[in-house]
C-alpha cells in the first residue's frame, strides 16, 4: 500500500458508489471462471419477481449473501454468485391486466398470444428494475450469467422435470379439492393460504326429521348448505342415537340427506353434528369420499351461488350470506349466534378469503420426494443454520400433501399436456406433437400453467444450463449456501430439496442460512396500509449503500425478526466517518513513501505497535470464524468495536507522539505498523461496507488494484504478543475506572480529578508514565499520581479495585454529599421500581410465551443492566454517606 493522493474531508458516497460499481462491472471482477482451480463458492440468488423493486427483505438477504461472496472472493475461492428474476405468474399477469384494464381491454379482448406478447413487452420495459436497484445496494453478482425463469434454456429444464416426474407417476391430474381465489381465479397452494385471524360467528341451524325434534348443527358458513351431502355424528355420541341412519332436511330447501356416523366429528365443537359439504370443505371431502357421498357445487369459481341454491342463485357468497340470515330466522330454522374467533384463509396475492373448490388440477406426488429430502438434513448433507428450524422443516415434510402445481393463468410455463379431440386421450411430451400418437386425431394443450414455484424449485441447477451437460453444472453444482429468510422455507427451501435430490442425486446446496424477517422499529410487519414501509432506495441516497448494508448485517442474528431503524443506519454513517477520518489521519502522518502492504513484514517494536498487531491478529482469527459460521451480527459488532475504540480511540492516539516525534527511525518503523494494520482493517471491512473501502484503496494505492480482488487476512500465531495486550488493557482499565466514576457522580468534563494509580509491576508504571499526557486527555484528569503501594489514600476517595491494582479518585470539592445523597438515592429508588417491574414481566408465562424472543431477550439485558447500574450507584452512594459524616 502506497500513500497516493489526500482525501476529502467527508466520504462523499453520491458521487463515489456508482462510479467505483461501474468500475468493478466494467474490469469483469465479478464474472466466474469454471476453469480457475481451488475450492468452488456458490451461491445463487433468491430471484426476485419481475415485478419488483427492491424492499427490505431483497436488501437483507442480498447484503448477506454479498458479504459472504466478497469473503470468498478474497479468501481465494471460486466464487460465482449467479443472479436471476422470477416471471412472477399471478403477480407479473395482474400488472398487465391492470395496465390494460386503463385502456379499457381485457385479456380475453386480445386472445392468449397477443397477451402474453403484451406480458413480454411489459418484462422488456420494466423488467430490469429490480437488477439495477440490486446493483445500487453493491450486489457484486456475475451479471454476465444473469437468467430468467422463462429463459428458452430453463422452460426446456422445467418441461424436462414435468415430462421425467410424469413418467414415473409423480406427476397426476386429478378432480380434487383445492384452495380457490375467486379474484385470481386460480388454484391456491397450501402454503400459499395467508391466515387471519377474524371476529365471526357460529351459526346453529335447525336440520328437520320427519318424526323427531330439529337436529341442530353449527356453521360458520350457512351459505354452503345448499351443497351439503350428509351430516355427520361421532359413533361415540350418544346425543344422536335416534337419529342415526336418518335422513334430516336441509333448511331453506326440500332436500333430503343421511345422519352418518364418521370418527371426525368432534363431540366438543357446537353441538357435536357436523354438516359434509364435500365440495366446499378440504375435511368434508375426504369423509364425502370414505362414504361416498354425492358432490354438489353450490358455490362457483366467481364466488358465487349456482342453480344447487334455488333463488339464491347468482349472488355473492357472503352477500348470500346475509339473505339467508333472515330467511332462516323469519321460518325457525336459526337456533341461535354465537361470537366467534377463528383463522381464514386469504390469497397470498389479493387478500381474497379462499373458496375450498373441487376441480381438475395437476399434482406432483410429494411422499417420496419429501421423505430423502428429510433425511438429507437429518443426515447432515444440508445444514440449516440456526439449527433450530430442523423442526419445522421435518413437521412440514413429514405430514406433507400432495402438491398442487396447476394455475389457471396464461402468463407462466404451459403444463405440457395434450388432450386428444377425439379418443380423449392425454399426451404429455417433451416436444410439441403434431398430433395424438393413439389416434392421429387433433390434439388441445391444456390451458393451465405450471405454479411459479415449480419453476423456482429447479433454480440451483436449471441456472447453471441443466439438462445440458454444461461446464458450469460440472463446476459449480452443487452449490455452497442458500441465504433466505424463514418464510419461503416451504414455498421454495424444500421444493428445492426435493427437486435437486429427485433430478441431480444430489442436494442443491450444502447450507441454508435462514435469516430474520424486517420489520419496522416497533416490530411491526411493514405495510402500505401502516405507513411504516422504509423504502431502501431512499435510505442509500441519504446514508450510503455502506451504513444501509452494516446496519442490516448488524442485527442478522438467530433471531425472527430485525427491526430497522433509521437512527440506527444514521449512527453507523458515522462509523464510515470514522474510517475514513481514520484515512486521513494515516495520509497525513505518514511520509508519503512509506510502503506497507497487508501481507509484508513490519517491525512491530514499541507495545502500541506490538499490542495493535497482536490484536489484529485475534481479530482477523475471530473475524473468518464468524464468517465460516455465518455469525453476520457478530462479525460486524467485532469489526465495529476493534475499528472504532481499538483502532482509532486507542491505536492512534498512543502512536501520535512517536509520529510526531523526531525519533525518524521509530517513526518509520509505526509508520509500517499504521499502514500495514490499516490495510488489513479496510480489508476486513470491505465484505461489509465496500464503496468506502475501495475508494479508500484507490487512495493509498497506486498500482491500479482493487481491495475487492485482493487477499483476505490471515491469522498468525507469531503476531501474538500477549504481554503487550496486557500492558495495554492496563492503560484502558485506568481510564475506565475513572470514567465509571465520573459517571457514577454525575461529574461533567469540565471537573478535572486526580487520580492515583497503585500497582507493584514496575512495567505497567513505567507504561502508565510514558503515556500519561494521552492518560489524562482520556480520563479528563489533570494530574496521574503512580505508587508502588506505599502510600495512602485520602479517605473521600472513590476507589476502584482491579486485577493489578487499584485507581483512586479523590472527590473533596468536586461534590456536594447532602445534594448527592438526594440524586443518588432518588436514582437508585427508581431503578428499584425498574427493575421490578422486569421481573414482574418476565416472571409472566404469557409474556415470555407470546412477546417476540428479540423483545423478551431485550428485556433480559436491559433488566440485567439495571441491576449493575443499582449496584455502582449503591456503592457511590455509601461512599458519599462516609463523606458527609466524616
Known amino acids: 500500500m502506497r500513500l497516493n493522493d489526500p482525501l476529502d474531508k467527508n466520504f462523499d458516497f453520491n458521487a463515489a458508489e456508482s462510479r467505483l460499481y461501474s468500475d468493478w462491472e466494467n474490469r469483469g471482477l465479478f464474472i466466474a471462471d469454471p476453469k480457475k482451480p481451488g475450492p468452488k463458492f456458490v451461491i445463487v440468488i433468491p430471484p426476485p419477481n419481475v415485478t419488483g423493486n427492491l424492499h427490505m427483505g431483497h436488501a437483507l438477504d442480498v447484503t448477506l449473501q454479498d458479504i459472504l461472496t466478497r469473503y470468498r472472493r478474497m479468501k481465494g475461492d471460486n466464487a460465482l454468485w449467479l443472479p436471476g428474476t422470477d416471471h412472477a405468474g399471478i403477480a407479473t399477469q395482474s400488472v398487465v391486466e391492470r395496465n390494460l384494464a386503463e385502456k379499457g381491454v381485457t385479456r380475453h379482448d386480445l386472445g392468449r398470444e397477443k397477451f402474453v406478447e403484451k406480458v413480454w413487452e411489459w418484462k422488456k420495459a420494466y423488467g430490469g428494475n429490480i437488477v439495477q436497484q440490486l446493483r445500487r445496494l453493491g450486489a457484486s453478482c456475475d451479471w454476465s450469467r444473469e437468467r430468467f425463469t422463462m429463459d428458452p434454456g430453463l422452460s426446456k429444464a422445467v418441461r424436462e422435470v414435468f415430462v421425467s416426474l410424469y413418467e414415473e407417476n409423480l406427476i397426476y391430474q386429478g378432480e380434487y379439492i383445492i384452495n380457490w381465489c375467486p379474484r385470481c381465479h386460480t388454484a391456491v397452494s397450501d402454503i400459499e393460504v395467508e391466515h387471519q385471524n377474524k371476529s365471526d360467528h357460529l351459526y346453529y341451524l335447525r336440520y328437520w326429521a320427519d318424526d323427531l325434534p330439529p337436529l341442530i348443527v353449527a356453521t360458520t358458513r350457512p351459505e354452503t348448505c345448499f351443497g351439503d351431502a350428509a351430516v355427520a355424528v361421532n359413533p361415540a355420541d350418544p346425543r344422536f342415537s335416534a337419529y342415526k341412519g336418518r335422513q334430516v332436511r336441509i333448511p331453506l330447501t326440500d332436500r333430503l340427506i343421511p345422519v352418518i356416523e364418521d370418527d371426525y366429528a368432534d363431540m366438543e365443537f357446537g353441538t357435536g353434528a357436523l354438516k359434509v359439504t364435500p365440495a366446499h370443505d378440504p375435511n368434508d371431502f375426504h369423509i364425502g369420499r370414505r362414504h361416498d357421498l354425492p358432490v354438489v357445487v353450490a358455490i362457483d369459481e366467481n364466488g358465487q351461488l349456482t342453480d344447487a341454491a334455488g333463488s339464491y342463485e347468482g349472488l355473492d357468497r357472503f352477500e348470500a350470506r346475509q339473505k339467508m340470515l333472515t330467511e332462516l330466522e323469519e321460518k325457525g330454522l336459526l337456533e341461535k349466534v354465537e361470537p366467534l374467533e377463528h383463522s381464514v384463509g386469504v390469497c397470498y396475492r389479493c387478500r381474497t378469503v379462499i373458496e375450498p373448490f373441487i376441480s381438475k388440477q395437476w399434482f406432483v406426488r410429494t411422499a417420496s420426494l419429501a421423505a430423502e429430502a428429510a433425511a438429507a438434513v437429518r443426515d447432515g448433507r444440508t445444514k440449516l443454520v440456526p439449527a433450530t428450524w430442523e423442526k419445522t422443516y421435518f413437521d412440514w415434510m413429514d405430514n406433507i400433501r400432495d402438491w398442487c402445481i396447476s394455475r389457471q393463468l396464461w402468463w407462466g410455463h404451459q403444463i405440457p399436456a395434450w388432450r386428444c379431440v377425439s379418443c380423449e386421450a392425454t399426451t404429455v411430451s417433451r416436444e410439441d406433437p403434431a398430433a395424438c400418437p393413439k389416434c392421429g386425431g387433433e390434439l388441445i394443450q391444456d390451458p393451465d400453467v405450471l405454479d411459479t414455484w415449480f419453476s423456482s424449485a429447479l433454480w440451483p441447477f436449471s441456472t447453471l444450463g441443466?439438462?445440458?451437460?454444461?461446464?458450469?453444472?460440472?463446476?459449480?453444482f452443487p452449490t455452497s449456501v442458500l441465504v433466505t429468510g424463514f418464510d419461503i422455507i416451504f414455498f421454495w427451501v424444500a421444493r428445492m430439496m426435493m427437486m435437486g435430490l429427485k433430478m441431480m442425486g444430489e442436494v442443491p446446496f450444502e447450507h441454508v442460512v435462514l435469516h430474520p424477517l424486517v420489520r419496522d422499529v416497533h416490530g411491526q410487519k411493514m405495510s402500505k396500509s401502516k405507513g411504516n414501509v422504509i423504502d431502501p432506495l431512499l435510505i442509500i441516497d441519504k446514508y450510503g449503500a455502506d451504513s444501509f448494508r452494516f446496519s442490516l448485517a448488524a442485527q442478522a442474528g438467530q433471531a425472527r425478526d430485525l427491526r430497522i431503524d433509521e437512527?440506527?443506519?444514521?449512527?453507523?454513517?458515522?462509523?464510515?466517518?470514522?474510517?475514513?477520518?481514520?484515512?486521513?489521519?494515516?495520509?497525513?502522518?505518514?511520509?508519503?513513501?512509506?510502503?506497507?502492504?497487508?501481507?509484508?513484514?513490519?517491525?512491530?517494536?514499541?507495545?502500541?505497535?506490538?499490542?495493535?498487531?497482536?490484536?489484529m491478529n485475534e481479530v482477523t482469527a475471530q473475524g473468518r470464524a464468524h464468517l465460516e459460521e455465518f455469525h453476520f451480527d457478530r462479525y460486524c459488532d467485532l469489526i465495529y468495536q476493534f475499528t472504532w475504540y481499538e483502532f482509532c480511540d486507542w491505536y492512534l492516539e498512543l502512536i501520535k507522539p512517536i509520529l510526531y516525534g523526531q525519533d525518524e527511525a521509530a517513526k518509520d518503523k509505526t509508520a509500517g505498523?499504521?499502514?500495514?494494520?490499516?490495510?488489513?482493517?479496510?480489508?476486513?471491512?470491505?465484505?461489509?461496507?465496500?464503496?468506502?473501502?475501495?475508494?479508500?484503496?484507490?487512495?493509498?494505492?497506486?498500482?491500479?488494484?482493487?481491495?475487492?480482488?485482493?487477499?483476505f487476512p490471515e491469522a498468525n500465531d507469531a503476531a501474538k504478543d500477549p504481554e503487550a495486550e496486557r500492558l495495554v488493557s492496563r492503560l484502558m482499565d485506568v481510564t475506565k475506572a475513572v470514567r465509571q466514576v465520573r459517571s457514577d457522580f454525575g461529574l461533567p468534563p469540565s471537573v478535572k480529578l486526580s487520580p492515583m494509580v497503585m500497582t507493584e509491576d514496575a512495567d505497567t508504571r513505567a507504561l502508565l508514565e510514558s503515556q500519561g499526557p494521552l492518560l489524562l486527555k482520556l480520563m479528563g484528569a489533570d494530574q496521574l499520581t503512580l505508587a508502588g503501594g506505599e502510600e495512602e489514600r485520602s479517605k473521600d476517595s472513590a476507589s476502584s479495585v482491579l486485577d493489578w491494582g487499584q485507581v483512586w479518585t479523590p472527590l473533596a470539592g468536586h461534590i456536594n454529599p447532602s445534594a448527592e445523597i438526594k440524586r443518588l438515592s432518588k436514582e437508585i429508588d427508581k431503578l428499584n421500581a425498574d427493575v421490578k417491574a422486569a421481573e414482574t414481566k418476565l416472571a409472566s408465562e404469557e409474556y415470555t410465551s407470546k412477546a417476540p424472543e428479540d423483545v423478551v431477550a431485550e428485556t433480559r439485558e436491559r433488566l440485567e443492566a439495571m441491576r449493575q447500574r443499582t449496584i455502582a450507584l449503591s456503592r457511590a452512594l455509601d461512599l458519599v454517606s462516609l463523606l458527609s459524616n466524616g
Open 673 to 711: 505498523v499504521l499502514t500495514k494494520t490499516f490495510a488489513e482493517l479496510l480489508k476486513l471491512i470491505h465484505p461489509v461496507m465496500p464503496f468506502v473501502t475501495e475508494e479508500l484503496w484507490s487512495k493509498f494505492s497506486d498500482d491500479g488494484s482493487f481491495i475487492m480482488t485482493s487477499s
Open 567 to 615: 437512527k440506527r443506519i444514521q449512527g453507523y454513517s458515522k462509523f464510515v466517518n470514522k474510517i475514513w477520518n481514520a484515512a486521513r489521519f494515516v495520509l497525513s502522518a505518514v511520509k508519503s513513501d512509506v510502503t506497507a502492504t497487508a501481507g509484508a513484514a513490519v517491525q512491530a517494536e514499541t507495545v502500541p505497535d506490538r499490542w495493535i498487531r497482536s490484536r
Open 466 to 476: 441443466w439438462p445440458e451437460k454444461t461446464e458450469d453444472l460440472a463446476r459449480y
